[in-house]
């Protein structure tokens, strides 16, 4: 399948709690068209497009057999195997497709924070044509965000953050680190375990600071301040950590509205890959993943 036109695409990513995200949008994988429908749901939202795109949660298995049980046309997955084997990281995934919507929202640089597990900032300068110049994205994962916080009692009370745990954490080499960089599993673990012996409602406070401090951290790795962050992903939904983001920083802190539409972001990120597979065209970097050029992953299969 070789595409020149805008086409309809759907994009499925499979979270790793067992959520699905689904998105619809009409791209030709270098401009975002319109945003169709999104989706978060048990099950992928069956979408009648020419093309799909599936991709999921590293170390979860992508049950093909479910999106061909939904699909029409060819489908496209497996978008990191090709990154990996010239040594990339493999993720993320979806800086490109959040180049090509910067172009929609902004004519001055940007910043997405993908806040899940670990936040992911995308700073874009929507001026830059092609997403694969090293001037247009500088991409990293600046802490950990949700990963821990799902690992502590959850609870409705308010706490303060412990300025101690705090200040050992803004101490640690990673943050120092250039980009493109990501948090592996054992990164904090040490002070995470201190962290998590405090009452619950101090220990969430103190786990939201750092994240949120992380971020202010990461704003020196930057080629230029970004006129506005937009704060996408499941991490929306926490108050407190847009509150403490918005106290710290200079700039507008913004959602993507729809608001729905910031938590798909993921499956509309693999619909448009999918599109940039079926036309040929790179979807990742070394400036994303680190990888050694350039390429283009992704597997299509049809199940028509």
Known sequence: ????????????????????????LLTD???????????????????????????????????????????????????RSSDVAMGGQGAPLHPFYL??????????????????????LVWIDPQVASPTDPDAITCFETGPCLGPLREIQQTSDSGEV????????????????????????????HLLELVRELQPADAQATLTGMAATSVLLA??????????????GEGANNPLFVQLLRAALDVPVE??????????????????????????????????TGVAAAVGGGKLSDFS
Request: hydrophobic share 45%; aromatic share 8%; charged share 20%.
């Open 1 to 24: 399948m070789k595409i020149s036109e805008p086409i309809s695409v759907s994009g499925f990513y499979l979270q790793n709690d067992g959520i699905w995200q689904s998105a619809y």
């Open 29 to 79: 994988g270098i401009q975002v068209g319109e945003l169709l429908h999104t989706a978060c749901s048990e099950f992928p939202t069956s979408l009648d497009a020419d093309l799909s795109g599936v991709e999921c949660a590293e170390g979860v298995e992508i049950p093909l057999e479910t999106i061909a049980a939904i699909s029409d046309g060819p489908v496209v997955s497996d978008f």
């Open 99 to 120: 180049h090509a919507l910067a172009k929609t929202l902004s004519d001055r640089p940007i910043a997405f924070l993908v806040l899940e597990d670990v936040i992911t």
């Open 162 to 189: 412990v300025d101690g745990a705090l200040e050992l954490f803004l101490d640690d080499p990673y943050f120092r680190r250039v980009p493109p960089k990501r948090v592996e599993r054992s990164s904090f673990s």
């Open 219 to 232: 704003l020196e790795h930057l080629p230029v301040p970004p006129a506005k962050f937009i704060v996408v």
């Open 255 to 288: 959602f993507l509205a729809p608001f729905e539409h910031g938590q798909s972001i993921q499956a509309q990120a693999i619909a448009f890959l999918a599109a940039r597979v079926a036309r040929g065209l790179p979807t990742t970097a070394p400036h994303t």
